[in-house]
Structure formats: C-alpha cells, structure tokens
C-alpha cells in the first residue's frame, strides 16, 4: 500500500485552486460584459497578467473596456488589484504582518516553505513601504475627518487619563543611532488583569513633536475631558519628555489637574549609573533616601559622592546628574506617597518591548523612515488595527478628496494668475484645511 505523500496532496490542491480561480475570472467576464455594453463601453482587447496572491501567482486574461478617455479593466477592479502592481494587496498585507515580527530574509524564507512562493527582500521592502504610505495617508485623512468634523462614536469619560512617553533607541549605522518618540494614553488597567490597559493609544514617530500633535489630536477627539479630570503624566525626564514640557502638553487638552512622576524605573536606574562607580553603598543608600522622601539626606549623600570624584571632567557630569535629581525630586515621589494609592503607570518598558524586539540587537540597521514604518506597523498590528490600514473604509474617502483636492487646486492656481500676480500656490498635495493640521 503506498503512503500519502503529503506534498503531492499540496500540491493538486494548488492546481485545483488555481483551475478554480481561472473559472472564476472567465465567468465575471461573461457576466459584466453586458453591463459594461450598457453603459457605453466598448471592449477594445484582451490582455494576461500575472499577479501573486495570497495562495499563488496567477496568470490569467481579462478585458480592457474604452468610453472616450476612460479605460475601464473591470477583473482588475473586481479583485481589487493596483495599476502596474504585481502582488495583491493581501499578500502585501500577509508579508507587512510577518515583517513586523521577523527580518525580511525570514519572510522570503516562510513564503518560500509554506506557501511555495518565491519573493526576494525586496519585494518585503516594497510591502513595508507601501504600508508606511498608507498609514501617511490615513493620517491626512483622519487630519481632514477630524477639521470637518465627522459625526464620531461618543467620547470616552473618565476621572483620570494616563499619558507615558519615552524614547526608543534604534541603529541607523555602526556609530548613529535613530530615537523614536513613543507615547501611550490609557484610562488605568483592567481590574481583571493589571496588564491589560484600558483605552490603549499609542503614537510613534521619529520626531516628539509630531508624536505629540496626534497624541493631542487623539485625546481631544476620543475623551471627554471635565475640569475634574486628572492627567497624570510619567516620564523618564528625558529630552521632550520633561516634567514642563508635559505641562505645555496638558495645557492644550484639559483644565483639570495635572501631576507628573519621574518613572521609578529610570530613577534607579539614573542613580545606578551615576553612583555604582563611586561607591556601590552610596547607591544603595541614594535609593533607601529617595523612597523614604529624604531630600536633606539624599543630598548629603550626593555631596559626599561629589567630594571623591578626581576629574573635572567626572565633577562636570555628576554636577548636572546632582543638580536634576535635586530639583526633580518632587517628582520621584510615588502615588502612594502622594496620597494617590495605586496608579498604573511606568508601563513605557513594557510598551516598548513588541518594537525593541523586532528592531534592536541582531545586527540590524535602519533609516529614519523604515524605522518610523516599521514601529508604527509594529503597534497597529498589536492594536489589531493593520488592517484597516489595507483595506479600510477611509481609502475610498481619501481618494475622492485627493480628487477634489486637485480640482481645487487647479482652479486656485488659475484664479491667483489674475488676482495676485507673482503669487505662488503651495503644492504639498494638501488643501489648506489639511495642511494646517
């Protein structure tokens, strides 16, 4: 008795999918062409295209229809193939999920064993990059939703709102390296399960200021912010992450309190960094002083650590580290020392870590803008939201007013020929209404 052979199986399979996917195509012709007459097409050829999907590469044939200037390809719209394109939109979208989890040679490789389709790392490339410039456009268009105001689902209500953000270190070569600006707004933590966050937002970018407009954006859209509302904010008091600029933030959302934390985890680690190499003792106790809301006492241990340094350039640095943890130290307090009882914050590490893990170590390089498209992929695939970036409502929307968006620009450039001569209208492919956001 001969054994299965598995692969044979596949393999028949494959062929049956494919003489499936063929009739398919020949009978929508057959059934559109009518349709097609009727609106005063005339069919001019028939032409093969090869495309790759999500189960093969596929040649087949399909009409091409003529009315006046318009050329209609109607298979091509059924399966909702792009110009010139030769991969479906849902392989690219199966290639951007595994590439948000595996280097891009991986990719080619599980293409390859599973699905018997050969692709190069180029072709990952072109996915990821094809992802980047829809999630640019979903932001011009939620830009645009937002300043039309676009009846939206009811806001969030809540007596707090937790804002943490931080930077994400990635190599841009052997000595450069690329800090990505992340920020997360939730509404506190689950009762059930303390590490699932409710309302979870999170924003990327390469730049904090743009991280921080669609934050802000984000949060005036989605919550309800009373004059009772309480912002608390969490930061490793880094560079755009200071307890002032937090203030600058908050002042543009919300009139209700806000309190900030110096994020306990880099406290310590600060300490660490700046004490260990002078006395290991002295780290510890700098520690035991700042929990126990010592600041008379943490400083005496940091004038005694300042007083066994021998270089300047070692005063210099240890100066600055002195002077910060003096004047912050009201922000190292906890909740609890505050009188606030349990709070979640210091979630950034763990935020970090579905980004850190796909994109540091392992030799990995990056340029600003693969390393801004790959995080943001990167949290729209946790957030369940990647998809909705392929094949979402929005792109019809955004196509028609990129048309409109033409339009107009064409008539105000005709129109500032005769009322302003020299005037020149700007062509950054945005109405004004967009642009300013």
Not at 26 to 40: C, V
Not at 109 to 128: M, P, T, Y
Not at 177 to 187: A, G, N, P, Q
Not at 288 to 300: N, P
Request: overall charge positive; glycine content about 6%.
């Amino acid at each position: 008795m001969t054994a299965f052979n598995e692969l044979d199986f596949k393999r028949k399979l494959r062929e049956n999918n494919q003489q499936t996917f063929l009739k398919m195509v020949a009978d929508y012709e057959k059934s559109i062409a009518a349709s097609m007459r009727a609106q005063g097409f005339k069919r001019i050829n028939q032409k093969e295209r090869t495309v790759t999907f999500s189960f093969g590469t596929m040649t087949f044939s399909r009409s091409r229809w003529k009315k006046g200037r318009v050329i209609r390809i109607p298979v091509d719209e059924k399966l909702g193939l792009v110009p010139r394109q030769r991969f479906s939109q849902e392989f690219l979208y199966l290639v951007t999920v595994l590439s948000s989890f595996m280097p891009y040679r991986k990719v080619v490789e599980v293409f390859d064993l599973l699905q018997d389709i050969g692709i190069s790392k180029n072709v990952v490339h072109r996915a990821v990059s094809e992802a980047g410039n829809l999630i640019k456009q979903k932001e011009e268009y939620d830009s645009w939703a937002l300043s039309e105001s676009i009846e939206r689902k009811e806001k969030i209500k809540t007596d707090i709102v937790y804002i943490e953000g931080d930077g994400v270190w990635v190599r841009k070569s052997e000595r450069s390296s690329i800090e990505l600006s992340h920020f997360v707004v939730h509404t506190g933590s689950d009762s059930s399960c303390r590490k699932k966050l409710q309302n979870k937002f999170e924003v990327i970018n390469s730049k904090v200021k743009k991280a921080k407009d669609t934050l802000l954006d984000y949060i005036t859209t989605n919550f309800e912010l009373a004059p009772g509302t309480t912002i608390i904010t969490n930061s490793d008091g880094g560079k755009g992450y200071t307890p002032s600029s937090f203030r600058e933030f908050v002042k543009f959302c919300s009139k209700g309190e806000h309190i900030h934390f110096w994020d306990p985890y880099h406290v310590s680690e600060c300490i660490k960094k700046n004490l260990t190499p002078i006395s290991c003792d002295l780290a510890d106790a700098a520690v035991k002083k700042i929990r126990k809301r010592d600041r008379t006492g943490l400083k005496v241990i940091l004038d005694t650590a300042e007083s066994l340094l021998e270089t300047d350039a070692k005063l210099e640095s240890f100066q600055a580290f002195k002077k910060r943890i003096i004047n912050d130290f009201s922000y190292t307090a906890s909740p609890k020392d505050r009188g606030l009882g349990y709070l979640t914050i210091g979630v950034m590490e763990s935020q970090h870590r579905k980004m850190t893990y796909r994109m540091k170590k392992r030799g990995m390089y990056w340029s600003e803008e693969g390393a801004v498209a790959m995080a943001q992929i990167i949290l729209l695939y946790y957030s369940g939201d990647l998809r909705d970036i392929f094949f979402g409502s929005w792109r019809k929307e955004y196509k028609k007013i990129k048309k409109l968006d033409h339009f107009d620009l064409v008539r105000r450039e005709k129109k500032s020929e005769h009322l302003i001569p020299g005037a020149r209208v700007a062509r950054d492919g945005l109405t004004p209404m967009i642009r300013k956001l």
